[in-house]
């Protein structure tokens, strides 16, 4: 994924990727066309990244259980692969879906993206093992 540092001005670098480049560009043709819309805009973006978590969550807990991956096993693998930390009281909170946590947008990454590296390695080795 390409993505560039844009100065916005002389104190402040945002990072920006394609996707945020594609938000923006959303969330200005409708604030263009909508004035008085921004707050229900930013509740709807609210809205849909909890629907999208809660989603992804609950393929991730099932993932998880049908598996009987222990926490130890998944803050294991995060901690090498992406050299962070995480509690096992932070994975309960999401298995729990509790999004009271403050770390949860974290959490979530963290956790999303073991998941789908951990998916992508089980279906490489039934390629190879196919062979």
């Known amino acids: 994924m390409n993505s560039d540092t844009t100065n916005v001005n002389s104190d402040f670098v945002e990072f920006t990727t394609p996707l945020d480049i594609i938000v923006d560009n959303m969330m200005n043709e409708v604030l263009n066309e909508q004035l008085d819309n921004f707050d229900r805009l930013l ?3 609210k809205q849909r990244k909890e629907r999208l978590v809660l989603n992804q969550l609950k393929c991730i807990v ?3 259980k049908d598996k009987a991956i222990s926490n130890t096993k998944i803050i294991s693998d995060i901690s090498r692969k992406y050299g962070v930390k995480i509690q096992t009281k932070e994975i309960d909170r999401l298995k729990k879906l509790d999004f009271t946590s403050k770390d949860i947008d974290r959490t979530f990454s963290l956790l999303y993206k073991w998941y ?5 390695g089980e279906i490489d080795n039934i390629l190879l093992n196919s062979k």
Do not use: A, G, R, S
Not at 116 to 120: D, H, N, P, S
């Open 43 to 45: 509740n709807t973006i």
């Open 62 to 64: 099932k993932y998880i």
């Open 116 to 120: 789908k590296q951990t998916k992508l």
